[in-house]
């Protein structure tokens, strides 16, 4: 089935290829040695679970990155690509995963920043309005990026592209901020590009979206090039043991208690927002029951953010009577005196958030059980208590840790996901709570804690699990709501439930047919 | 092009040996300086820094001059692990002096055992008030505490010049701005001991700062609120998330530093002056900031920067007297020594790599 | 009156100077406390300078270098070797008033003769504003200058909108290709060149003599006026002229034998300065919007 990288030698020389590139920070090999070709005119995938150097391979080929060895060809010619801005000359345009943009600037202003100088403001205006109408690409020169939403952004960052009419476009996991209906949007316009002439490399770990777009697909693992295949003809499965290595093991769900007890109620949360860029969050209620894991599905910037703050306690509303937690209020209380009462959380950013990289791993157990009793008698701390409670987590939940109580910044994403995860589950709280659980983290990890939740699940605990990833969403949850733009749609049972449906609800699609009812 | 990269881990002796090598380049910066104004470098640095230390007694007044340093920059340590930045402390030590100079002038009828104490509290709750107006700002109207606690220092100063040329003035001090003298019970005495006499100008406060470092020490680094400091400086959203206040951290730390410098204040007015003068904290206070970062933020530090800093001072009195150097060449040495002590906290924390483009032409292609 | 609402142009000009030097290095991102330690460079090189060579102007380009080669050295700790800027800002202020104090040693108590009053033709006979406006040195008509210059410099070039860029994200600017380093190199060296004309001015107008930390906090107030200014040019002016109006207060109340003592007079401009943080701050929207976004925060480019 896979082939290894061959020759290319057909009539047109490839857009771009690439021999032996090598580069290295410090002891950890980013990229070993990677060749790579593509045609004009194609769309082809790289591939490769987080970290496996996909991210550094197309730095490298945009000049942000010098290779320690090896060879870039553009239209067959030998380059050395200094920077991003010869990247841009030579007709290499990239959309990165996390936008370059200048959120106090217009949008015109921001594309002017990316073009060479020479161009006046209005003349560019004039050409983006009319390269948005060539393509479809709504957007308003005069508009502010902060305004814009994350779809609406992503187009700036597209159209920054065009304007440069690249032959080749780089586009590094685009569709992780968009509903699945902007994707296919997305999508189309890539095929129209693609029929131009144009060649699109189209970086993603999400499987059933490259297998739709792609012709063909190089995998990357630990920094190689393990192969490059025709994806029409591998299965998602063939494709993703390809990327890990070995087999995988799915997890298996179990099916819902029938009758469940509730553990949280949630009932009218409502927070206005402080700033102009945070969400309102508008009369939010649901309720999670025992033994279940319910998913609140939708794209970042939704007031995801918000809830996670009412819920963990950083935020608390000015009413009473909004979270309960097994029939008592808690709304008033803060973070510490929540986990008294039974309450786990995991935010979404392992790095300053849910840990703290500097401190070593006792200190980050500590952080979340000062308030418990075992760790702190009258205000002095307990190093051994804070110690032993680091070890069990590491033991039990296969944390791989270079000495015994290392800095958090010297484990792996992964590792410290499931520190940071098993941290919480340990205590057995009644209610879990955590915000993408498996973001950035190796596929063996992920697997693991998706596991850890299960099992916290069907020991009795509710889990409120808070995920843009719609193929983790239906692998681990019983029950799926939606948030779109502060408002949470119905509580409904996965198994009810397609996924195309709820990318409709991500999209804001239900307030709307609600509005024109 | 220089690269950085972060370092994993930071070994104890990369942690111990950075400041001893910023001293070193401050030394020779500072000898290189000299040469150039016309001063000659070697016996400059002789004055400075092995002068003031040749006769025993020397020693122990190298003490008294650590003194307010340690006990300021020891509340600082605190300011500056939660990321605020009280510059201020300069403001503080003259608010502390004048509170416990109030007590020990205005206060009748207290008997002796009680003044003292009595001072001490003044001083603290001066220093602290003083501390918390930057504090409360900072908390409600998310002031600059930078800004706002250094421009109080200039009041401070105006309002204790006006209070000792003005209502404060002792009417026997020929029209000299003097407060009438401390009574013996408001004095700190000298350390008394038995069988050996004084020790140059020893004072029972010498004894208070290196007791406050120690607990300071322990509080750091074995409470939950010295975890929480620590916290809420690294990690403010992790602080959150683990429940802890930034409104109640920051004010804790300026109350605390706050009390620190009036201590400070108070002690040096009791210990060396007797009475309240226009100058009472001669720029300890900003000094006082630079011996937190040589000592690296650790309370335990600050007694040996405080003694380093010290003796940088006593040098500049020396070399004033011996080779004509201004008073001000001190703050050459110690911004000097700032500066050395940041880079060596970059040195620290990456790894730093020189790279020449030319090794990073690719060579000729190679197969796979 | 007349004479009062001069001494208040004239306070107000080295103001504006740091305070506009100020604000294109904040632009891009770049806190630099050390403004007062800068001016104090400034101001010794001006009055030594001319001092020795007798000739104000020769002061002038002395202050712009002593403040160029001071901001240098920052720019060498906070950009080169990524240190803390607020911590760095404060040594360069700690050893820019050391240093300055260090070579005005053998000039404390001498004199200069100033910087000459250059009459705008024309202008300068207008009645009442033509005495006030047009009848002032070489130095304040530059500080005007400069102001609006930045301005339009900041708003309708594209060096302009890279400065901004490069404030308001610097890892876009990178990920762009443009080199943040150097940009804000650029812009603290041009703050720093701010800053020691704006001390040349003490020694050289306002008043004619050297001493050890003779700008006396006008570094911090310049860096308040930034925040005040909300990072607009425009509104320096204001602030600059508001705070030198303050300033000579105390000059009133003596003048006019008021009853409050001479330090509380003096008390006022600090006490302003800290009232002026607190509107500004207080409307957190505003402040998000208008301040540099990445301002202070340290940026390490990984090649």
Redesign the interface.
Known sequence: MTR??AATSLKTPPVLSA??LTKS??DFRAND?V?FSIQPGEIHALLGENGAGKSTFVKLVY??????????FWQGQ?V?IS???Q??QLGIGMV?Q????????SVA?NI???LP?GENLAALSDRIRAMSDAYGLAIDPNAYIHNLSVGQQQRVEVMRCLLQNPSLLIMDEPTSVLTPQETDQLFSVLRQFAENGMAVLFISHKLDEIRALTSRATVLRRGR?VGTVDTKKNSNRQLAELMVGRKIADVTRQSAPDQSKAVCVIKNLQKPK????AVTLNYISFTANAGEILAIAGIAGNGQDEIMAAL???WRPPSAGVIMLDGQDISHL????R?RVGLG?V?E?RN????????SLS?NA???N??LGKT?QH???D?AATKVIAAEVIDRFDVRVPSDDP?A??LSGGNLQKFVVGREIIKSPRLLVVAQPTWGVDVGAAVSIRKSMLELAARGSAVIMISQDLEEVFAIAHKIAVLHDGCLSDVMPASNVTAEQVGILMGGAAVMEEASA | MISMTPRKDISLQRTLVTPVVSIMMTLCVGAIIFAVLGYDPLASLYQFFIAPLSRPDQVADLFVKACPLIITATGLVFCYRANVWNIGAEGQIVMGAVCAGGVALFVPGLPDMLLMPAMILAAMVGGMAWALIPGVLKVRFNTNEILVSLMLTYVAALFIDWLVRGPWRDPQSFGFPLTKSYDEAALIQRVDVPGIGTLGQLHWGVVAALVLAFVASFVISRTLFGFQVKVMGDAPRAGAFSGFSAARTTIGVLCISGACAGVAGMVEVSANMGQLQPEVSFGYGFTAIIVAFLARLNPLGVIAAGLVIALAELGGDSAQMALGMPKVVTGVFKGILLFMLLAGETFNRFQLRISWPAFNRAPAARGR | MDALVLTVILTSVPLILAATGELIAEKTGVLNLGVEGMMLMGAVAAFAVTSLSGNPYFGIVAAACAGGITAGVFAIFALGLATNQVATGLALTIFGAGLSGLIGAPYVGGTIDGLAVVAIPFLSDLPVLGGLFFKLDLLAYFSILMLGLVGFFLNNTRAGLILRAVGNNHDSAHALGYSVLRVRCGAVIFGGVMAGLAGAYLPLVLTPHWSEGMTAGRGWIALALVVFASWMPSRILIGALLFGGITIMQLVGQARGWEMPSQFLSMLPYLATIAVLVLISRNRNFALMRAPAHLGRIFIGTK
């Open positions: 290894p990288h021999v032996g920070f410090g040695a060749s000049g942000l990155l010098q290779p320690d060895e090896g060879q870039i030998p050395h920077g991003p801005l990247a841009r990165f996390h936008f370059s943009l200048f959120e106090s600037l202003e002017q920043l990316a100088a090039n402080p700033t102009a860029f963990s306690g950083e803060g973070p510490a005196a986990r959380v935010p950013e300053g958030h849910a840990a703290i990289p500097s401190m200190y500590l952080l979340t000062h308030s702190v205000g002095v701390i190093g800095m910044a010297s």
